[in-house]
């Protein structure tokens, strides 16, 4: 009841600084069109962000106090806000560096790159680097057990609280080296994630495209089997498969981890043909086309060179969107011990096997940092690549500010 | 207190490309008194748009008002506030777009569109509005004034939407509407009903307009004055009669002169020659409806055949089954003597060849993501087999036919490129492929009267060059009166008339020609009236009723 009426108490307030600050601002500008045109929702938008973000500024000051029970309430927002200052800063010298390196075209292209898009091609390239040499980049490898080092999840490798400066993110529970893994994590997961996206598009982008240009039954059918695939819960029908795979994996002697890139590809293939046969729907229907079509174009053409160039930009977005799906799905399933399998080191199965210390984020926030270092290599790649698609989206719609 | 509505004084506009803010008016002074019709014309790109709707104190994105001033009845609508403009546009101020199709909301029924206006700005109540709109409905001479609102947009005609979307102008009884083209979409005779509604409409509430057109015939039946435009400067100002009779400036002279493009008449047909193609005796339907009705007509080598008639004539439908995109239920059409296929898939590529098209909206006839020369690269290879320095030769020569310089255009993109370059590219890459026989569907017909004369100058001279015969559909007749050799008039997927150019601008008439040639706009300001009385209807727009 009180917190009901805590709330609207605040909201009142706010509502009443805003009504002042409008009125301020008309007073002190002598109504000049910005405050007198201001409507009412957007002065107290503008109070209400100003509210957030001195919370935000108290909660960081909060985070370094002394006192730990202050300072761990307010531990990860601390984290959070550090890592958006140091990301934003390394994403600013990233574009300086390139505005002034290299050619001509690549010089122009970063002048005129948001600073999100420059973060997310940051991120992608540190994260393509590590995951192409992880072998030598790794100090350890992902399944060697550390002889005589006693479990020590807590990163920081700060001796009092137990832990080993020669591992900087801790060791698990078996004793191997926590870095090592995240960093062969980025090899398996990101290079799986990224086949499989690939190979999903092939199969929907292709047919889509062919269902949209040729129709009739063919589009019948294709659609209609398409719709009975989606009409099973996908993550249930990959855990189907995935066990009947299992089977044939070992009898075939091929690897598990084939079987889940042509599972996976194939039930996402159904959202991307959806979108291929809508958007190649729109484009069949025009004028160049049909002049294609009288030329007596062959079905490769019509859908390889007039269609597909025209239908990159939603494609485009869709492939941000898609692979963080494949590669949230490909966690998932390795969190339920179906997919990438140990000993192979892989993001799901490091949040996984140390989820349960999630639990200590109350009093040991430190602690629980240890399955969220997985979970957080995953969020930062999800965000970095819906940025640079973003970019990439705006660029090619030709949209300007 | 002066009857002056509208004053714009050197207003300047700049527009944005590529970062940088580029002028777009330079300088306008633009006075209307009440009631006044004011004509604005130009082609495009002159801002002619830009500069009505900164007349209602409006920018688009990426327009923005460097300076100048605006002011409606006294008030300064560049420095108005956003509540003061409220309470004008819509009620005092209104706005009358191109193409009403794309302007109304489809999820809504047109009453309902109708009422909003004065239901916002409280003039009227909701029964009172629907009550006013049907009363509009039946001044705009919409067929069921009392049911037509309660149709959805997709329902009604595109002539019958753009009065509906005149009547919701109206509706709040506005001091000033802006018209942005309203009849350029239109064929001819839909058009005169809505201009003959319009100019009723705009006297009796005593409206001031400002009535945007590409179209100088149109103009001159509508506007009191004419304001001509050219890249954003004023050419000049004059009274409708003055400016009609005795224009002063190059440019406006250029303008009148293009409706005298006449090619001379050619011998006629060698009786017993072999047609390039022949179209006998054709039926065609769609799915169960069918359209064409024992067509029959024969085109030959370097003449030019001129299809006419409203739309939903089946002028196009014509086309598309010598294309073989639609299949003939019935009768046959041969290329030279030969028979065809009925079906493109099962011609062969030569056949193919000889049959191209050239389409109306070049927007959508041209690849966005190819490059010029790829364009029209692909047919020289496709069909000719030519690769490498051959393939790059001919394009540059057919970039030559056309008229555009080849080193500059082989590596653009059409967007990059002008509405009449663009339909020029269509022309090279029909060119391309080589054929006898080039189907012109409305190709001049989204383009500027000036644009639109040096494509059909070159399509003649392309005909006198290479011997092709052209099939010309359109619905405009000063085209056909430009290019024609011998002319088919449709309605209603039949012939109703067909003969050489000389005999049907000739009466007697078959009354469906007669309605068509008598509904061609012309110079004359007092056209529209006189067609009017002669039409047997004494009052404005009610000949437009008087359908076949």
Known sequence: MSFIFGTIICLAIIAGTAWAFRRLGQYGTGNAPQYRDMSFGVAFGYVLALVVLVWLGLAYVASLSSNTVVANKFFFLGVAINGFILFSIAAWLFRMIGRHVGTESTRKLFRVMPLTASFGVLIILVYAILAIFAGAIAPYGQDEILQGVAANIIPGGDPALGGDPAFPLGTDQIGRDIMSRLIYGAQNTVGIAFATTLLAFFIGGSLGFLAAVVGGWTDQILSRGVDVLMAIPSLIFALLLMTIASVWSSRLGIPLTVFMVLIIAVIDSTRVFRLARAVGQNIVVMDYIEAAKLRGEGMWYLVFREILPNATAPLLAEFGLRFCFVFLTIAALSFLGVGIQPPLADWGTMVRDSAAFINFAQFAPKAALTPLLAAGAIALLTVAVNFVVDWMLHRSSGLKE | ?548
């Open chain 2, 1 to 548: 207190m002066t009857d002056t509505l509208l004053e714009i004084c050197g207003l300047w506009l700049e527009g944005q490309s590529e970062e940088k803010w580029k002028p777009i008016i330079n300088g306008v002074d633009l006075t209307l008194k009440k009631g006044e019709v004011l004509g604005l014309i130009g082609e495009s790109g002159a801002g002619k748009s830009t500069l009505g709707l900164a007349a209602m104190g409006f920018c688009r994105d990426g327009v923005r008002i460097s300076h100048g001033s605006v002011e409606f009845d006294g008030i300064d609508l560049l420095t108005a506030s956003a509540a003061v403009k409220r309470g004008l546009l819509g009620k005092r101020i209104a706005y009358v777009a191109q193409s009403a199709a794309a302007s109304f909301n489809p999820a809504h029924r047109i009453i309902d569109q109708h009422v909003e206006g004065p239901t916002q700005h409280r003039v009227m109540s909701r029964t009172e509005s629907e009550a006013d709109g049907m009363a509009l409905y039946a001044k705009l001479r919409l067929p069921n004034p009392d049911q037509i609102g309660f149709r959805y947009p997709h329902q009604v005609s595109g002539g019958q939407l753009q009065r509906a979307m005149t009547a919701m102008a109206m509706a709040c009884r506005p001091d000033l509407i802006i018209f942005d083209e309203p009849t350029t979409a239109l064929d001819v005779t839909t058009q005169i009903e809505v201009l003959a509604s319009i100019r009723d409409i705009v006297k009796d509430f005593n409206t001031a307009a400002i009535y945007i057109t590409h179209d100088l015939a149109v103009v001159a039946q509508m506007s009191d004055k004419i304001k001509v435009l050219l890249k954003g400067d004023e050419v000049e100002t004059a009274d409708t009669r003055t400016m009609l009779s005795a224009p002063t400036q190059e440019y406006t002279k250029s303008l009148w002169a293009v409706r005298s493009f006449e090619r001379p008449l050619k011998s006629p047909v060698v009786v017993g020659s072999i047609p390039s193609v022949s179209v006998q005796n054709i039926d065609a339907a769609y799915g169960k409806s069918k359209v064409l009705f024992d067509v029959s007509f024969d085109m030959h080598e370097g003449r030019t055949v001129a299809v006419v008639g409203e739309s939903g004539s089946g002028k196009s439908t014509v086309a598309r089954c010598i294309t073989g995109l639609l299949q003939t239920t019935a009768g046959q059409i041969s290329f030279g003597g030969e028979v065809m296929p009925a079906n493109y898939r099962k011609r062969t590529k030569d056949q193919l060849r000889q049959v191209q098209m050239i389409y109306q909206m070049a927007d959508t006839a041209l690849n966005p993501r190819m490059s010029i020369g790829e364009i029209i690269a692909r047919p020289v290879q496709f069909y000719l087999g030519l690769t490498g320095k051959a393939k790059r030769a001919r394009v540059d020569a057919l970039l030559d036919q056309i008229e555009l310089e080849p080193s500059e255009y082989y590596n653009r993109l059409p967007s990059e490129l002008s509405g009449g370059q663009k339909q020029r590219i269509g022309i090279a890459r029909a060119l391309a492929a080589e054929p006898k026989f080039i189907i012109c569907d409305e190709v001049t017909s989204a383009l500027d009267q000036l644009v639109a004369e040096g494509i059909l100058r070159l399509l003649a001279k392309l005909q006198d060059d290479l011997k092709l015969s052209y099939m010309f559909i359109t619905h405009d007749l000063a085209t056909v009166r430009a290019i024609a050799d011998e002319v088919v008039v449709m309605k209603d997927g039949r012939v109703v008339e067909a003969g050489p150019k000389k005999e049907m601008f000739t009466p007697p008439h078959h009354p469906y020609t007669d309605l068509l040639l008598s509904s061609v706009p012309e110079m004359d300001p007092d056209w529209l009236t006189n067609l009017l009385q002669e039409r047997g209807v004494d009052n404005i727009g009610d000949a437009a009723v008087c359908k076949m």
